[in-house]
């Protein structure tokens, strides 16, 4: 397999996935400013939309989207289980959190991501929503469930940490939530999500 990724950006839930399940892949970076692969070739061929993660399961075989791509690989992986059984009601509650996730919460870090200076009353909006959005996942944690769907780590969780993270890039600082911020520690704690972050260079590896 070959993982099309930005470091730090939500093709990282696909790594934090592939290595979870242990699988081997290749990965390429891209810069999506100018769609260009680290190795020069038009990201565009590969995916149109023109951003990542783009995930190439076999020759010429493309999978593109975050919640597509995680459910891919949980499923090719059913001795990891980090996902449950298609067809069943924790799976409908695995894709509730993924179109939460993609479509509510990163979407509301765009305005810090978006190349320009916020004017004042643009971040304010842009924090109010932010700000909502991760008390939604507060209320969800504050039950004391370790990891979002429950007491097992899932691909929704690969995610979600994922896109937590980026509030510190943006110096959001997530105490205010504690439930969220002992959940970001714990799950940045796991190996696999570890040894992601030291592949994207986010981190150092302890032997460094
Ligand atoms: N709907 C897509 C969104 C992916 C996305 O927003 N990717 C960002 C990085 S997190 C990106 O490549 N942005 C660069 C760009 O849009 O030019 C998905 O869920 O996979």
Excluded at 47 to 56: D, F, I, W
Excluded at 119 to 143: K, N
Aim: hydrophobic share 45%; with cysteine.
């Amino acid at each position: 397999m070959l993982l099309y990724f930005k470091p730090g950006a939500c093709s990282l839930a696909s790594r934090i996935t592939l290595t979870e399940i242990g699988r081997d892949f290749d990965a390429i970076k891209v810069d999506t400013e100018t769609a260009t692969t680290a190795i020069g070739a038009d990201y565009l061929t590969v995916n149109p939309k023109g951003y990542v993660p783009a995930l190439e399961i076999e020759p010429g075989v493309i999978l593109t989207e975050n919640a597509a791509i995680l459910q891919y690989l949980a499923d090719i992986a059913p001795d990891a289980a980090i996902a449950p059984a298609a067809g069943t009601i924790e799976r409908v509650r695995l894709q509730e959190w993924l179109n939460f996730i993609a479509s509510e919460l990163h979407k509301s870090f765009s305005p810090w991501f978006s190349g320009r200076t916020l004017e004042d009353d643009e971040m304010s909006r842009a924090e109010a929503t932010l700000f909502r959005r991760i008390g939604d996942v507060e209320r969800a944690l504050s039950d004391g469930r370790p990891f979002i769907l429950g007491q097992t780590f899932t691909v929704a969780d690969a995610y979600l940490f994922v896109v937590l993270n980026w509030s510190n890039f943006i110096s959001v600082d997530l105490a205010r939530w504690p439930m969220v911020a002992a959940y970001v520690g714990r799950v940045g704690s796991r190996p696999a999500v570890r040894r992601a972050l030291i592949a994207e260079g986010l981190i150092q590896s302890e032997a460094a």
